[in-house]
């Protein structure tokens, strides 16, 4: 069914017209929200650190998690002191966590998991991203490291929290898909929302005007238990991919660049939890089990020694590095 209605958001299918007046629910209701913050009815929270929220305005994977990484590494190429917060999807935890190397991300999350690994900055995560982000504010005094800036990954429509700056990542394949809200189709909100963002972000192009182009480069193959690299020639290998991220089939396209074929390739749900003898049964002994680096983090306590990753680094032109950096120095000098 999800697969079903996932293919009639990009093909304008007849059956989704039934769902019609659940799209009028859900603007009507969407609409009366932004409202009440817009009128004061419900207040936005603003922090003492200046937030930037890295969002999209589709369901589904469109590639945050890498730009969230760019970023946070970005800014610390420029000496801030940054921290990230996040909702934690697919974790388990209820309440505010803080979130480092020996936080299992069963309870935390696949995605801050991938963050606090590739970028080592503080991080929690927390229904409540308010509350996320105090804790997050709180603990870095406490370890006389202020921070400059506060990055949520996610958050577009968490209006409670008061943002400097948003950035909006747009899949370039999908886009908006058939342009309908939820649940006609993908869009949580509509696209004048783009007007609000300081950088649009498109990943895999084509870009649009006043759209940044974003390519997400393979970097080596790693061992998924060790993170050490593997001695096997993987074009010439029998290989079963599997991918449990918002769109699997951008992970398959990628192994196929690099003349890396599966014999098989196994779509999961995104945050999908894995468990030893469900990845067992997928992979023969003589066979190589490859994975995206979101499910890796998921898999390392029990992978074997056939089982590997593939990460991906966002690479971006540096007119748009320039942009951001300049926004910050606005945002950092209270501009």
Known sequence: MKSFIEKSWQKHHPVMWLMLPLVLLYWLITAIRRLCYRMGIKSVISLPVPVIIVGNLTVGGNGKTPVVVWLVQLMQRLNYNVGVISRGYGGSNDDVLLVNEDTDPSLCGDEPKLITAQTSCLLVVGRDRVKAAQTLIEHAKANNTPLDFIVSDDGLQHYRLGRVGEIVVIDGKRRFGND???????????????NNAMMRINNGGPAQTSECLMTLAPQQ???????QPI???????DVIAMAGI?????FFDTLNT??????????????????EEQLHQLVKPQQWLMMTEKDAVKCAKFAQDNWCYLPVKAQLSQSATQQIQQKLEEFKDGI
């Open 221 to 227: 193959i790693l061992r998924v238990k060790d993170n």
């Open 246 to 250: 918002g769109y699997p089939q951008r």
């Open 231 to 237: 001695d096997q020639d993987l074009t010439k290998a």
């Open 258 to 275: 690099l003349s890396i074929n599966p014999s098989q390739c196994h779509a999961f749900d995104d945050h999908q939890a894995f468990d």
């Open 180 to 194: 309908y809200l939820l649940p006609m189709g993908p869009n949580r909100e509509g696209q004048w929302r783009l």
